[in-house]
């Protein structure tokens, strides 16, 4: 800081001379200081509106509510003490989308609105951040409407708002199609404001001189444009965004809207018709079960029964409050016991008991929406069994040498030896293929084990090949494969080798 201050002064001096320094009107660098009406805090990353500036504005907005007539330059005057108002705090802003107009009765209720604001909304520090964009989403809300209801999904706490309109709504909607009433546009944001009113009280930020970041998914265009900007021409919308920046004022969060094409925002779409309405607790289900491999799932499942069981043993409940300070007692208890049985022999190694941790995370966070884990103390322990672990003894790569042994000890006279020491082993040994890849694991052939459609001969040229000899290139077609979770498949190829 004082090198820079002395820097800048240097070129003062080289440019405009000795006497262009007046130390007394020069300030000390500091980390609070007050610019243009407001207060700064570089070490908290804070800007707050000083409460002179509060009570002078809120004592205009009292004057000009009870005045039939204004002049202009009182009218100027109110106009500056809420636009800086609205500078401040972003949620003051729908209250002053027609302040600029005549002074009839909405202009009042707009006051009305603003000494709302100056009254209950949260002066204390706001974080820097929100002046120049917004930081990762905390929540993320998935939203749709139709002409029948409207349903916002919150899939990261399982829950969810339906709402079916009354006959009296729908007859609204059907019979007032012009683009001041109760239109698509309006509905889709009623989600956001209907959110807001019933969630908002939940989203308070939990660390002080911060807000709560909630991303609002809409397939609706002109809905997305009034949340981002918090202006419309559509009275109805006015009114639902004047809500909407009183609940961000007083609960101490920030709602961003954004487009999601309505071919991605399945659930919300079909939970705001009403064939649905009662179906998507069921679709979330749906959603978050393929969410899982198949492949998984049957480990999991051992997992979860294996901790349900050891938890009725000890007489505790298998839900965990989420509080990692307490969840992380019962989930090394857990890890001890099966890293050494009171018996002194030992079942599982680190690496499979971490594994198992993370099996009963992903259950608390399917069925109550929200991880476990251990706190940094065990996880320390957790460093130390994997330490005290035995070196896991990794199987000899196969060789040449015993896929010569094994062809020179089949008799091939037989169609079975033929398959195995001829084209299967080759296959499995230049293609890198695991067993379950192209032969049956203990009987059982998966279904995305190689078949006879799967395999393909081309020339040189590129051309299918019809015979041995023009044979250049074997194509290999995998549908799947064990670490293949989301089955994309994917195909190899082999050029022929120049070794006789």
Known sequence: MVAALTALWLAMVAVLGPRSINE????????????????????????????????????????????????????????????????????????????????????????????????????????????????????????????????????????????????????????????????????????????????????????????????????????????????????????????????EATSRFRISTRHLPGAINIAASHSSSPGHLTSVQDLLAKLQAHALAGSSNKKYATTWKQWCHWCSSTGASPWLKGDRSIDSNQLIALALYYWQRPDGTRCNTASTILSKLGHISWYHRRVRGYAVGLHEGHKLAMQGMSRLSPTPKRKRPVSVIPLHRLRSNCGFRLAHNRVLGGEAAVVGFFFLLRRSEYLADHGRSMPYAIQRQDVSFWTREGSTALSVEKAYIVQVKFRGSKTDQRGVGMTRSLDRSTSQ
């Open 24 to 247: 007394k009107k020069v300030s000390e660098w500091a980390t609070h200081a007050e610019v243009l009406g407001l207060e700064f805090d570089t070490k908290n990353k804070t800007v707050s509106m000083p409460t002179a500036k509060i009570l002078k504005a809120q004592g205009r907005v009292d004057t000009m509510a009870d005045r039939k007539d204004v002049s202009r330059h009182e009218l100027e005057c109110l106009l500056g003490s809420l636009g800086h108002v609205s500078t401040c705090l972003r949620s003051a802003r729908p209250f002053f989308q027609r302040l600029h107009l005549a002074c009839k009765q909405s202009l009042q209720l707009d006051l009305q609105w603003f000494r709302t604001i100056l009254e209950r909304g949260d002066w204390g520090g706001l974080p820097t951040t929100l002046f120049w964009g917004y930081p990762e989403p905390d929540v993320h809300l998935y939203m749709d409407a139709s002409d029948q209801g409207l349903a916002v999904l919150d899939p990261a706490r399982q829950r969810y708002i339906q709402l079916q309109f009354s006959n009296s709504e729908r007859l609204d909607i059907a019979t007032s199609p012009d683009s001041k009433g109760f239109t698509i546009n309006v509905r889709e944001l009623f989600c956001v404001g209907l959110a807001a009113a019933v969630w908002g009280a939940g989203w308070l930020p939990i660390e002080p001189c911060s807000a709560t970041h909630i991303r609002a998914w809409s397939d609706n265009a002109s809905a997305v444009a009034w949340g981002r900007s918090h202006q419309s021409d559509n009275t109805l919308a006015q009114e639902l965004i004047r809500a909407l920046g009183l609940s």
